[in-house]
């Protein structure tokens, strides 16, 4: 079986930086989600096995960068000028494609490190 397990959250004012990491085995892209409360679980970033190619929501507007160290295994979220509509509980995800960045489309999940941004 599969564990993700993130970690990296916390509770930061509005203009903080934050880095999420998230620990995984074998040969999957990875993604990062959000789901603020009452709200959908929404796609954040997403990133290729070898890393060579990213995905990312245009909502963030360039705000955060993934990565991934495979030797590692750990992938990463670097968070910057944080806003309060950041706020939610951050997953990250596995999947055997890249080729959908759908919630429904992983295969894996963990469960979530909260981050609280405030004004």
């Known amino acids: 079986q599969v564990q993700l397990m993130e970690s990296g959250g916390g509770f930061v004012q509005a203009g903080d930086s934050l880095r999420l990491s998230c620990t995984a085995s074998?040969?999957?892209?990875m993604g990062w989600f959000r789901q603020a409360p009452e709200n959908e679980r929404q796609f954040v970033a997403g990133?290729?096995?070898?890393?060579?190619?990213?995905y990312y929501s245009a909502s963030l507007r360039g705000r955060f960068t993934i990565s991934r160290d495979n030797a590692e295994g750990t992938v990463y979220l670097d968070m910057k000028n944080l806003e309060p509509e950041d706020t939610a509980v951050y997953y990250c995800?596995?999947?055997?494609?890249?080729?959908?960045?759908?919630?429904?489309?992983?295969?894996?999940w963990g469960k979530g490190t909260l981050v609280t941004v405030s004004s």
């Open positions: 995800a596995a999947s055997g494609s890249d080729s959908s960045w759908y919630p429904n489309g992983m295969d894996y």
């Open positions: 074998g040969r999957y892209a």
């Open positions: 990133i290729s096995w070898a890393g060579g190619k990213t």
